[in-house]
Structure formats: C-alpha cells, structure tokens
C-alpha cells in the first residue's frame, strides 16, 4: 500500500469520526474523536518544545474545550483548523502564565530562620527585621507589620486603612516580591541550623 493511500484513508476516517461526534455529541462518539485526535495534538506540542508530561496536560485541556464547545463550530470543514488554533491558544495561554510568575517567598518558612539566626552572635532577629523592612516603601512596611506581626487578616487592614482589599493584597504581594531575593537561604544561616 502506497504512503498516499494510507493518508488518504486516515484522512477519511478522521472526517467520518468528526462529523460523527459533531452531529451527536456523546461519550462514545467523543471517545473515537479522543484517540485519532490526542495523539496529533502530543505531537504538535512537542513539536513546539513541550516535555511529554505537558504536551499530554495541554492536549487534554483541548479536548476538553473541543467536548464542551464543539457546539460553536460553524463550518465542519474547518474542525481541525479550529482544533488546533484551540491547541496554539492553550500553548499561549500557558506560557503567558508562566512569563507572569513572580518570584516571592513564603514568610512562614522565614520565622524558622530567624530562630537559626537568633543564634548567631552578631546579629539579632530584631535587626534582620528592620534591616528587611528597609527594602519597602512606608506603605508596603506598614501593611506587612499589620498583617505578619500583628497577625491581622487582610479585610480588618483594608477597613483600618480605608482602602480596597485588594490593595492591601498588592502591597503584600509587592513587598513579597522585593524581599524574596533578600530572604533566601544563605550558607551561613544553614550552618547555623
């Protein structure tokens, strides 16, 4: 059998299954469309520089976009166009998600050091602090104690300050991300633990 003919085979079972599961939409109908489909969509996000683990994840995410909004597709035609735009979109979407990650760092993990630094001589957990809140505008300082030291929760800072919840949520947020490159792990500190 000639390459030629194998594709144009799979090419009208592909249309057969499509149309199958557009016209009536169903976990049966869906299950066919999931095996020819899946695997094409794994290839193209390893295609696009993807691990397996989530070229798999985003090519489930489709599918499950295809099963929910199949409904919309105007022209059949162009079911697999609108696939895999459907699968660039979630490509997109991801790695826009990722550019916005921001490095931060979890203040709970930062008391257990400062019980590691209380041992050392020279400096005091008390300077530490004050030396931290140095990175931060008054606001941010202000904010922090409130919420870290005077353990109040982010709705009583918002009603004290009068000033929208999720301000009070930025400026920890903020003050989270100038102080993680400060707060990290140093040698020294893990000697002392």
Request: charged letters at 30%.
């Amino acid at each position: 059998m000639s390459t030629e003919l194998i594709a144009n085979e799979k090419l009208i079972l592909e249309e057969a299954v499509t149309n199958k599961f557009l016209e009536s939409p169903g976990e049966d109908s869906f299950g066919e469309l999931f095996k020819i489909f899946s695997p094409q969509l794994v290839a193209f996000f390893r295609a696009r520089g993807c691990e397996l683990d989530l070229a798999e994840d985003l090519a489930q995410e489709v599918m499950l976009t295809v099963y929910r909004k199949a409904t919309q597709i105007r022209d059949r035609a162009l079911f697999r166009a609108w696939l895999f735009k459907v699968a660039r979109n979630a490509l997109c979407r991801y790695y826009g998600k990722q550019s916005r990650e921001v490095d931060t760092i979890d203040l709970a993990d930062v008391s257990d050091r400062l019980v590691a630094a209380s041992q050392r001589p020279p400096v005091t957990p008390a300077f530490e602090f004050m030396h931290w809140m140095a990175f931060l505008d008054s606001r941010e300082r202000e904010v922090m104690q409130l919420r870290f030291i005077e353990q109040w929760e982010y709705h009583e800072i918002a009603a004290a300050k009068a000033i929208p919840i999720g301000t009070v949520q930025w400026r920890v947020f903020n003050a989270k991300k100038k102080l993680a490159p400060h707060l990290r792990t140093r040698p020294d500190m893990d000697k002392a633990a």
